[in-house]
């Protein structure tokens, strides 16, 4: 299955299962800033997790880094 139609988190979830060390990534990339994508980015974020937010639409990226910019703030 190509990349592009994987969630982020069913690709993570793939190669966690291969690897036997269950480690946690310190780096993710999110496919999609729509209500999903930003809820996986703040979640990401939360727990310390980098990411890279990808979305062709800048206005759905701005919209996506102003909501989860202040939902950190709360």
Known sequence: MPLWECSPVAV??????????????????????????????????TAGIAITLIDPEAVARDRAITHVAAALDR
């Open 12 to 45: 993570w979830y793939v190669a966690a299962v291969n690897d036997s060390a269950k480690r946690i990534p310190d780096r993710a990339i999110v496919l999609g800033a729509g209500t999903m994508g930003r809820g996986i980015a703040q979640v990401c974020i």
